[in-house]
């Protein structure tokens, strides 16, 4: 029986399976915690809440925010809402106790300063572990850290001047410092983390009299100089004479799952982590749909499952592994795919042809511009974040799952009619 709510309805049992189910826009009360809450957006983000009075106020009942599903599972959101609504019913505000404790933090993180000055091996510590980020930010600032801002670790920040900054970014951009490889985009990645990292001890730390212990951000140097390095933005993709040694190379690869990735990849226009990270519970095959989660633009949505998809999903689900909630299985920590250089040149060395995961997505989209697709259809289809001030209207058109499906068949018809043309040219199988 289906858990998707009925109109006029809106009391259900909150677990993870009715959350996952659940499209339709509202708000949804538990049947066993009053006060335990989800909200469904338009556009499909799913919220776990509380709401109740605070004992002794005259003011009406106060809203709190758990987190989202799925990051917070409905287990951990309903332990949290009952903690919550404790707290509330003792007449105790949540929200005054997180402020108190922010302001104890701050004046601990103040006297120690005294002692260890606010080093920037502590901030970024104490960043990574307070904020809610994605298990590739934290590799990416530990990564930028370690090759590029080693020596700076043990350094007060109040310290870290402008020039500083200025100097470490020309270095960088020349290829005269660090253990990675350098650059001009090594060098924005470098500074954007660096003032995320100062930003966030402006925020925190402050001293005991209120005022901040980090006065100014040395990396808006970059900004009043102009001095951010211009990026020319990729434009590769398969080409129609690529697209078939691509799919004969891809038949080659010994490690299946590796072999679907991609190919899902190129037929659905999906990022990196929107594939690797898809799991077996967002997969609804009898409704005729997969959400994506964790998205950049960190928007929930859904895409229908076509036949092409279909055949893919059915060849995972023979090989499924019950201990890995993911799709596309794989070793490692993670349990899913983490592709490296060494990847794709499996790929690659064969065709003589070096691409990216992203080189399939402007592939796929690509091929749906010259099927004939507008370029709201593309968006829809690659969920393109609405950045164009004159489209603010058209922002709030929700396409339905049923609308997409005929366009993504289109594109999926159109890239395997090109990857099955017969080639005169060869894969390199000694490769």
């Known amino acids: 029986m289906s858990n998707e709510p009925k109109k006029g309805v809106n009391k259900f049992p909150l677990t993870d399976s009715f959350a996952a189910e659940t499209t339709l826009a509202g708000e949804y ?41 799925p990051v917070v599972n409905s287990k951990d959101a309903r332990k949290t809402a009952s903690h919550l609504l404790d707290l509330l019913r003792q007449g105790i505000d949540p929200r005054l106790q997180q402020k108190k404790r922010n302001k104890q933090q701050s004046e601990e993180w103040a006297n120690e300063q005294q002692l260890q000055e606010l080093s920037l091996h502590h901030v970024l ?29 043990q350094r007060p920040l109040s310290e870290i001047s ?40 402006q925020d925190m730390y402050e001293k005991p009299d209120g005022s901040p212990v980090i006065l100014q951000n040395p990396v808006k140097r970059l900004n009043q100089l102009k001095s951010w390095n211009r990026l ?8 129609d004479m690529d697209l078939p040694l691509w799919y004969q190379a891809l038949g080659t690869l010994e490690d299946k799952a590796m072999a679907d990735y991609f190919f899902f990849v190129l037929m659905t226009g999906l990022r990196k982590n929107e594939a690797a990270q898809l799991k077996w519970d967002d997969v609804h095959v009898k409704r005729g749909y997969f959400e ?43 349990g899913y795919f983490d592709l490296r250089e060494k990847h794709f040149n499996l ?63 289109i594109v999926q018809d159109r890239l395997l009619e090109l990857m099955n043309r017969k080639t005169k040219r060869s894969i390199d199988v000694a490769s």
């Open 29 to 69: 009360r538990d049947t066993k915690l009053p006060g335990f809450k989800l909200k469904v957006t338009a556009a499909g983000n799913k919220i776990w809440l509380v709401e109740n009075s605070l004992r002794g106020s005259s003011k009406s009942a106060i809203t709190l925010t758990i987190g989202r599903h």
């Open 347 to 409: 790929i690659a060395d064969k065709t003589k042809t070096p691409f990216s995961l992203h080189d399939l997505r402007r592939t796929y989209l690509t091929q749906g511009f010259l099927s004939g697709h507008d370029l709201e259809m593309l968006k829809k289809l690659a969920n393109h974040k609405n950045t164009d001030s004159d489209d603010v209207t058209k922002g709030y058109l929700i396409v339905q799952v049923a609308d997409i499906k005929e366009p993504m068949t």
């Open 232 to 239: 020319k933005r990729r434009q590769t993709m398969l080409s």
């Open 162 to 201: 402008k020039t500083d900054v200025e100097k470490r970014f020309k270095d960088i951009t020349e290829r005269k410092i660090g253990k990675g490889k350098g650059g001009p985009g090594a060098a924005n990645n470098t500074m954007r983390v660096f003032r995320a990292i100062i930003k966030f001890a």
């Open 292 to 334: 994506v989660v964790d998205a950049k633009n960190k928007l929930e949505f859904a895409l229908p499952i076509t036949r092409v998809l279909s055949e893919v999903f059915e060849r995972r689900k023979k090989v499924r592994k019950e201990d890995n909630p993911y799709v596309f299985a794989a070793t490692g920590k993670n």
């Open 125 to 153: 510590n104490d960043y990574l572990s307070r904020k809610s980020l994605k298990p590739s930010t934290v590799e990416n600032y530990s990564i930028v850290a370690n090759a590029y801002l080693s020596d700076w670790m």
